[in-house]
Every structure is written in C-alpha cells, then in structure tokens.
C-alpha cells in the first residue's frame, strides 16, 4: 500500500507560479514511477508530467516549456513546478504512483488538489 498526499495548490493570477508537492508513504520501495496528472470540471483525467521507469520525464504538450517535474528521494517527494500559469491550467491536480509487478501491479491516487488561475 501506498499512501500519497498531494500539497502546494491555490488561486493565482495568469502568468504567475505554484509548486505542488506529493509525499509519498507506506510500501514505497515498490514504486516503480510517479506523475502528475490533472482534471478540469467536465473533462477526463489527463496526464500533466511523469518520470518514466528510466528515469527520464515526460510532458504533456500544453504544459511544455512551463512545468517541471521533479523529485527528492530523502524526502520521498515529487514536486510540480508551474510557471506562466494560464486560466485552462485550472484543474484538481493528482499525484500518481505505480507500484508493485504483476500481478499485484496498481495505480494509487493522492487526494487531489485544486489549482485555480484567474485571466
């Protein structure tokens, strides 16, 4: 089991910056990645930004060039770096983990936090 608790969203203004940070818990030495991923009111669950199992990252293309996903394994947080925020960016941002092998391989979810950009 693992537990993850998502922090750091609020109400900015267009063009301005938030940090979201995800501490993780529990069995995480069976993580084998984590992202981020974002819904807005209406729309389905899409990824924002991931490490891959190798390692490297990946971003959606709407938030290229702005986000950055990062991680400090001492703390056993991954953190979300939004610059030049803009209104379609407003969503509940959820942080992912996916752990274990098969067959006891799972997604697990934080609890979701919300970010709002006022235009």
């Known amino acids: 089991q693992v537990e993850l608790v998502e922090s750091g969203g609020g109400l900015v203004q267009a063009g301005g910056s938030l940090r979201l940070s995800c501490v993780s818990s529990?069995?995480?030495?069976?993580?084998?990645?984590m992202g981020w991923y974002r819904q807005a009111p209406g729309k389905q669950r899409e990824l924002v930004a991931a490490?891959?199992?190798?390692?490297?990252?990946k971003y959606a293309d709407p938030v290229k060039g702005r986000f950055t996903i990062s991680r400090d394994n001492a703390k056993n947080t991954v953190y979300l770096q939004m610059n030049t925020l803009k209104p379609e960016d407003t969503a509940v941002y959820y942080c992912?983990?996916?752990?274990?092998?098969?067959?006891?391989?799972?997604?697990?979810w934080g609890q979701g936090t919300q970010v709002t950009v006022s235009s």
């Open positions: 529990g069995s995480i030495f069976t993580i084998n990645t």
């Open positions: 490490f891959t199992i190798g390692g490297s990252t």
């Open positions: 992912n983990a996916d752990a274990g092998s098969f067959p006891h391989r799972y997604d697990y």
